[in-house]
């Protein structure tokens, strides 16, 4: 069977490592992703966003995949930088619900010099 | 530059003393929400609006009012503030390319403590 990550609350990495961290999204009708960024102190930044009728996108030094038969979101983060220390969040919304928007419980992505 | 501003940014208040938060964008942007963080929680969606008068509730709204009467603003009403409500309060906005959704613009926060 396919392989699926786990959510993991915490995540932490070496300097210079791939990251990769996992969201599980529950509305099968769901059909449109984002990944947010939260550092300390501040709002959610948009990193990346994918829609239903994808199951790649990338970005600078970021990768989105949606497996939706599991429905499963994983942001990958090449080259872990210390900047990229933070909470990340997935968050879904559904076309036919535009206004309803829901966050995953988030991970704090820890980079070790 | 393009933001969503959030005041007060921090709030120590009472049991059921009214007060609001405010929450203004600068970038024309047609929705707008709200959201509490809770540890241990993520983000939870109180209201949102997808357009001037146009406000519907989200998963968490009880206890809480909102109105949309111009476009650049989303205040939002507490009534009769209970401890329950004590959490960390975000604004949201972001444009509508007809029905698909678009990546939200976080205020700041707002820190809100009820004793």
């Known amino acids: 069977g396919e392989s699926v990550g786990l959510h993991l609350p915490t995540l932490s990495v070496q300097e210079g490592d791939n990251s990769i961290i996992n969201c599980a999204y529950s509305?099968?009708?769901?059909?449109?992703f984002i990944w947010y960024k939260q550092e300390s102190g501040k709002g959610p930044q948009f990193i990346i966003d994918?829609?239903?009728?994808?199951d790649k996108r990338q970005g600078q030094r970021v990768t989105v995949l949606l497996n939706k038969t599991v429905k499963h979101l994983s942001l990958q983060i090449a080259a872990t930088q210390p900047g990229d220390s933070a909470v990340y969040f997935c968050?879904?919304?559904?076309?036919?619900?535009?206004?309803?928007?829901?966050f995953g419980d988030g991970t704090t992505l820890t980079v070790k010099p | 530059e393009a933001q969503v501003t959030q005041n007060p940014r921090y709030l120590i208040t009472v049991t059921g003393k009214k007060l609001t938060v405010t929450c203004s964008q600068n970038?024309?942007?047609?929705?707008m929400s709200w959201y509490r963080q809770d540890p241990g929680l993520g983000l939870r969606q109180i209201y949102y609006?997808?357009?001037?008068?146009?406000?519907d509730k989200g998963d968490v709204p009880e206890g809480y009012k909102v109105s949309r009467k111009e476009k650049r603003n989303f205040p939002l009403i507490l009534e009769s503030p209970s401890p329950n409500q004590t959490s960390l309060y975000f604004c949201?906005?972001?444009?509508?390319?007809?029905?698909?959704?678009?990546?939200?613009?976080f205020g700041d926060g707002t820190r809100l403590s009820i004793l």
């Open positions: 949201a906005s972001s444009p509508k390319v007809g029905i698909l959704n678009q990546p939200q613009h």
């Open positions: 509305n099968s009708a769901s059909d449109y």
């Open positions: 994918i829609r239903s009728n994808m």
């Open positions: 968050a879904e919304n559904a076309n036919t619900n535009a206004g309803k928007s829901t």
């Open positions: 970038m024309n942007h047609e929705y």
């Open positions: 609006s997808m357009n001037v008068e146009v406000t």
